[in-house]
């Protein structure tokens, strides 16, 4: 990257914008989160509350799974732990811009850092884009919307409760698998996303209900691609 | 509404939690410099993560899933709009679930 990589309005804007369709894709799933939430018994403020702070769907429904009253505090904290690995595992890929910014900027950022948001830095990067403030942009645009649509959820509650398998709960696939398309550079991505793909399985079958097989797919998956590119240049 | 105490010490410890995620990962990395392999697993990574994450909901989703992902990739290859290929890979899926 040749460029200085800045941090500005513009950027800020440019993010946003990316990010509101995929914002779309996530809106089913903060008004499921919502209405599990009801369910589980927390009151509008403690659901919008959690979505606002936790801002994480997919450790939020784990959690709320088995939630009990009162609340289990070191369970919901450890699934957060776990689900949420897999953030630990994207913040390195984003060094190209957080190791040139300072100070507030970088932990404000990380605090919005999520999948989606994550996935089209990545996209900007790789296309030398050098405006950093895209992240906290499209990390804005999925979070006012995601705490928009769980409190929905909340208030909806009893009346909206799409069955398990109602093909609107795809929309959440739908959004990562777009993401993917991009994130694709040709034939060296083949065997690392077969492996991948064949661990995450083989885990999800033997840990069901965990998001282990996220963590262990994905470490597989990166392990192996770095493997061989180490043999192809040797 | 209302807000129960231990519903609010789960919730301060869930944000923490994910917080030492979003954080902790980069700031790790910044006080260990990773080697070359390293590096080239972290390129890696975007693209596993999201496989290791989509795979088992796509092998056990079924026909609907199948047509629905299908879709997916077709309408973001054509479009480049992920917006776009999530309303056509959602669409295909509840068509093929309405024809079961």
Not at chain 1, 92 to 115: H, I, K, Q, Y
Not at chain 2, 9 to 21: D, E, S, V
Not at chain 2, 49 to 66: D, H, I, K, M, N
Request: hydrophobic fraction near 55%.
């Amino acid at each position: 990257m040749t460029d200085a990589v800045r941090f500005t309005r513009a950027g800020m804007r440019r993010g946003l914008r990316q990010a509101l369709p995929v914002s779309l894709g996530i809106l089913p799933f903060g008004i499921v989160t919502g209405v599990v939430a009801q369910g589980a018994g927390l009151s509008l403020a403690e659901t919008t509350l959690m979505s606002a702070t936790v801002f994480a769907g997919a450790s939020q429904l784990m959690a709320l799974g088995s939630w009990a009253h009162p609340a289990p505090v070191l369970g919901a904290t450890l699934a957060a732990l776990v689900v949420n690995l897999r953030l630990a595992l994207m913040g390195p890929a984003l060094a190209p811009w957080l190791d040139r910014l300072r100070g507030w900027r970088v932990w404000l950022t990380l605090f919005f850092l999520v999948d989606h948001g994550w996935a089209m830095a990545i996209t900007e990067i790789r296309a030398g884009r050098s405006d950093a403030g895209f992240l906290l942009g499209s990390g804005l645009a999925l979070w006012l919307p995601w705490v928009v649509t769980s409190a929905a959820g909340h208030l909806l509650g009893s009346l909206l409760r799409p069955p398990p398998g109602h093909p609107l709960f795809f929309a959440a696939l739908a959004a990562f698998i777009s993401l993917l398309v991009p994130l694709w550079r040709g034939r060296q991505d083949l065997l690392p996303w077969a492996v991948a793909a064949l661990v995450a399985l083989l885990v999800a079958r033997l840990l069901p209900g965990s998001y282990w097989h996220i963590v262990a797919g994905a470490l597989a998956g990166s392990l192996t691609g770095a493997l061989a590119e180490r043999r192809g240049a040797a | 509404m209302s807000l129960d105490p231990a519903t609010l010490a789960a919730i301060l410890g869930m944000t923490l939690a994910t917080y030492l995620c979003r954080a902790g990962g980069y700031w790790l990395f910044r006080q260990i410099r990773p080697g070359r392999t390293m590096r080239a697993a972290l390129a890696y990574l975007p693209g596993t993560l999201f496989v290791g994450y989509v795979a088992p909901g796509l092998w056990s989703g079924g026909p609907q899933a199948w047509a629905g992902g299908a879709m997916t990739v077709a309408a973001m290859v054509a479009t480049g709009n992920v917006g776009v290929a999530i309303f056509a890979g959602t669409g295909a899926a509840w068509l093929v679930w309405l024809l079961r």
